[in-house]
């Protein structure tokens, strides 16, 4: 054995026993939080890897970027046979995959080529990130450090490769080496050398490659790249139910001293695995309504805290137990052990500011789940310190008092119905549809046009339904949002109770806040149906030409989409396909549409709260649709037609431009 060899073995050794102890230590940080099951169902995990983490398909939603983060990404991939060639060499002298025969070339022009790529795309982000400068990479410190120091090494890594390639290809010309079309060009920078020089250069350009991908293996851990490693387990553990519900919390439990999310060892240990997982992208809070409008959340920065957070508690709370914490540094370990992610890291105002829109949780390339840490941090402050915007007290009394977030008589919730015909579930019993009408439907005077159009077209459509009218409450989404899981969980089992009454084959509901909760987080409480959101309800009844659309409509038409319809419930073409029905129509898309639609404003309760920072949410949304010049912003949801309506109103646009529901544009062209 060389000496060569020794002092090989003695830092790979060396490395692997760091990076080993290092990967542990965060592991161990991981279980201070709490349990959290995320197994089961492996071919779906695996098929979410292949798509999102090998596929790179969330990356490539932005084109630019998403290129040149696929080719480092599979460049990576690719050179890792290459560099397993350089480990090898430096264990056994001349080790080569040559064994591997006439697909040997084959291999080694691809390592060359994705080298090439590796390198051009390094420097186009060194580039972007220095020149182009788009406003989600602004960053300095520490964080403008990193990135830079990362794109550092994996140039010297290409580079050193490709110099060590060529220094033995100078040396050897050997045929086996043929393929590696971008190092024989490299080698006339050797090739008037002695073979001793072209061997030395060889030596110093392995040993070079060799550290730097032990360097860049042992810096992940103490780095926000720390992605590299944690992306992929992060993406097969992401939620696989829908992922905008949000999880039970256990009131009944008597050990429990809080509810909700103060700081790290309060969130589980997949949130605190989304800490670790953050690539600090920014593409998250660049989708951000709040954050586009001014207002203090910044989704990036509320991973990242917790991600700071759990590196400065954990290590204290790990080393407590095993009873190495020692006296005269105890005090200084409580001092940072007391603060909270809460108010030390991060203000209500942050957690207030959030639209529950999802954009964030769509537009992350490694499926962090940020509304999940926010609203557990919500629930904290409402359910244990009271802390809450002050409108939010009136709507949790109006909850409590009337059922529903505004001052209405619960006694009127019905009053809409009066002479329509619609029958009531405690006289029918049994019917084919219940249809849940919402606290928009049943007291928004705008609102209640589209209940009374909806209605209208299942009974054209001759459809069997009933609603609960008295016996129906607030379906509980907008306490849950806030925060008040003690308010939700009693609205939730009231309504499961009073519907467990009834037979009915399915719930139609026209707000989309009302078909997410029931269809994906009323399970947790046994209430389990079929819902369907009145657009796709619409659309059924138009295909199956129950409902035939004959009246021409000579307008243009843009549609919004509902963030808990489109993102949430991933429906997108039923409204589309409705509009489109009607003869006459022209429609347009606005330039964030589809998955990438711009919120209202009033999701997460906001729709209850006062916008005192920044431009309103509404505004932003309504001028790029009158952007368009339209006739008609479509609409499929109560909050969005209210924030629309109240836009056009602002923008003094309401003698040019309608806001209405599908429903309605539907029925006018209905045939009666």
């Known amino acids: 054995m060389t000496i060569k060899t020794i002092i090989f073995l003695l830092i790979i050794l060396g490395s692997l026993l760091l990076f080993g102890y290092n990967v542990r230590k965060l592991i161990s940080y991981l279980k201070i939080g709490k349990p959290e099951n995320r197994s089961g169902n492996f071919s779906q995990r695996l098929r979410n890897v292949i798509n999102v983490a090998f596929g790179q398909t969330k990356l490539l939603r932005e084109p630019l970027a998403g290129i040149m983060h696929f080719l480092i990404f599979w460049g990576f991939l690719v050179l890792l046979l290459a560099i397993l060639e350089s480990i ?186 989304d800490g670790y997982t953050c690539t600090e992208c920014g593409r998250c809070t660049a989708a951000c309504p709040a954050n586009i409008t001014g207002k203090p959340l910044s989704p990036k920065k509320i991973i990242v805290d917790i991600r700071h957070r759990l590196l400065e508690k954990a290590p204290l709370i790990v080393n407590r137990q095993s009873s190495i914490v020692n006296n005269e540094s105890k005090s ?58 002050k409108e939010m007290q009136v709507v949790f009394q109006n909850l409590e008092r009337n059922f529903t977030p505004w001052a209405f008589s619960h006694s009127t919730r019905a009053d809409w119905a009066e002479g329509l015909n619609i029958p009531l579930m405690a006289n029918k019993k049994e019917v084919d549809v219940l249809f849940w009408v919402g606290c928009a439907g049943s007291y928004d005077e705008r609102y209640k046009k589209v209940t009374k159009a909806f209605s209208k077209l299942m009974q054209i459509a001759g459809i069997d339904f009933a609603i609960l009218g008295t016996e129906e409450k607030c379906n509980g989404d907008p306490a849950r949002r806030a925060g008040n899981e003690y308010l939700t969980q009693i609205l939730i089992n009231d309504n499961v109770a009073t519907m467990g009454k009834y037979k009915f084959k399915k719930i139609i509901t026209t707000c989309p806040h009302c078909f997410n909760i029931m269809k994906n987080e009323y399970p947790q409480f046994g209430g389990k149906y079929e819902v369907v959101h009145h657009t796709d309800f619409i659309m059924g009844l138009i295909n199956s030409g129950k409902l035939k659309l004959t009246k021409e409509k000579k307008a243009k038409i843009t549609y919004h989409d509902s963030c808990y319809l489109g993102r949430y419930n991933e429906i997108y073409d039923a409204p589309r396909k409705a509009i489109n029905a009607i003869p006459g129509v022209k429609t347009v898309e606005m330039k964030r549409s589809g998955d990438k639609g711009f919120c209202c404003g009033a999701g997460g309760a906001r729709m209850f709260m006062e916008e005192t920072i920044g431009k309103r949410v509404n505004h932003e949304r309504t001028e790029e649709a009158l952007a368009l010049n339209p006739d008609v912003i479509g609409t499929a949801c109560p909050f969005c037609m209210t924030m629309m309506t109240d836009g056009v109103k602002d923008k003094e646009a309401t003698e040019k431009v309608q806001v209405k529901d599908i429903a309605e544009l539907v029925l006018e062209a209905v045939e009666a």
Not at 207 to 224: A, C, D, E, R
Not at 352 to 365: D, G, L, Y
């Open 88 to 273: 090898g060499e430096g264990l056994y002298s001349g080790f080569d995959f040559s064994f591997l025969g006439g697909m040997y070339i084959y291999l080694t022009a691809l390592q060359d080529l994705f080298g090439l790529l590796v390198i051009g795309s390094v420097l186009f982000a060194l580039f972007r990130r220095f020149i182009i400068r788009p406003k989600r990479l602004e960053v300095t410190g520490h964080a403008q450090f990193d990135a830079t120091f990362i794109l550092g090494i994996i140039l010297l890594i290409m580079v050193s490769m490709f110099c060590q390639n060529a220094a033995q290809f100078a040396k050897c010309h050997c045929t086996i080496y043929m393929g590696r079309f971008v190092s024989i060009q490299l080698a006339g920078l050797f090739s008037g050398l002695s073979f001793e020089q072209q061997n030395t250069y060889y030596e110093i350009f392995w040993w070079l490659h060799v550290l730097f991908v032990l360097g860049l293996m042992n810096y992940l851990p103490y780095s926000k790249h720390l992605h590299i490693l944690s992306s992929i387990p992060n993406v097969y553990l992401a939620k696989l139910e829908n992922r905008g519900s949000i999880k039970n919390l256990n009131l009944g439990d008597e050990t429990a001293t809080k509810f909700g999310a103060s700081d790290v060892e309060d969130l589980t240990w997949k949130q605190l695995l």
């Open 332 to 389: 200084e370990a409580d001092k940072v052990i007391n603060k909270h992610l809460i108010d030390n890291y991060i203000t209500e105002d942050e957690l207030w500011a959030c639209t529950t829109c999802m954009a964030c949780v769509q537009e992350c390339p490694v499926q962090i789940e940020h509304i999940d840490s926010i609203v557990d941090m919500r629930r904290y402050l409402v359910l244990n310190e009271s802390r809450f915007p």
